[in-house]
């Protein structure tokens, strides 16, 4: 079945980037996702990238996508303590209609 | 607006209690889900709901029992649920149930079950 993998833990400090990385294993992946989840609330959509792009930029939000690679990338520039809380990316996987959750990136951001 | 509303925040059930968690939206989307989430994990699908009908059931087991009485209202009836049943399920709906519609979701439903 499909895979989706992240690092489990980001630190960085406040005013600096953060990337988080993904990586995926369906070949047929058209649409991939961002999703933030702060402490005991519910899945926050950021972004969303289509297969047939490379880069998406959204405010401070920058998508990178190596589809030859299966790997996504979100870089959140000048990272703000409001930007502390699990990342996910996403897959919609077509073969079963679903969409695939990676493992959730636990982003920290200190002063 | 892109809200899809859950009730309750919070519940407690015993393993014999029946009770129902609610889902709500106004975006005219046509499709609705069911998520689980266990403490440090990602959500799992449970169920789909695509123009009312059931689309998808990821074999979850009858003591879940999900409902759509339209296309805005999303309802889980819980019934003899088990200690790990516990955890925060989530709602999110979409405009169709394809790749490129995204889902939206909900606070969800901590569900403690004693």
């Known amino acids: 079945g499909e895979d989706v993998e992240q690092s489990l833990f980001l630190s960085v400090r406040e005013g600096d980037s953060s990337v988080i990385n993904c990586t995926y294993t369906d070949s047929s992946s058209t649409y991939l996702y961002w999703y933030k989840q702060e402490p005991g609330a519910g899945l926050q959509l950021l972004t969303y990238i289509f297969s047939n792009m490379d880069m998406k930029q959204d405010q401070r939000l920058t998508v990178l996508l190596n589809k030859k690679d299966k790997h996504l990338s979100l870089r959140i520039a000048d990272t703000q303590t409001g930007d502390s809380a699990i990342y996910f990316c996403a897959d919609f996987w077509a073969n079963t209609d679903k969409l695939i959750f990676g493992t959730g990136t636990r982003l920290q951001v200190f002063p | 607006d892109t809200e899809v509303t859950q009730t309750p925040k919070h519940l407690v059930m015993g393993m014999t209690n029946k009770k129902s968690l609610k889902c709500e939206q106004h975006?005219?989307?046509?499709?609705m889900y069911w998520y689980k989430q266990k403490a440090k994990k990602p959500p799992e699908l449970m169920f789909v709901?695509?123009?009312?009908?059931?689309?998808i059931n990821e074999s979850v087991p009858s003591r879940f029992s999900p409902e759509c009485p339209n296309s805005s209202l999303l309802n889980l009836h819980l019934h003899a649920l088990q200690p790990e049943d516990s955890a925060l399920y989530l709602c999110?709906?979409?405009?169709?149930?394809?790749?490129?519609?995204?889902?939206?979701f909900g606070p969800g439903t901590r569900l403690t079950v004693t």
């Open positions: 975006m005219g989307h046509r499709a």
């Open positions: 709901y695509s123009y009312e009908k059931l689309s």
């Open positions: 999110a709906s979409s405009q169709g149930s394809g790749p490129q519609h995204e889902q939206y």
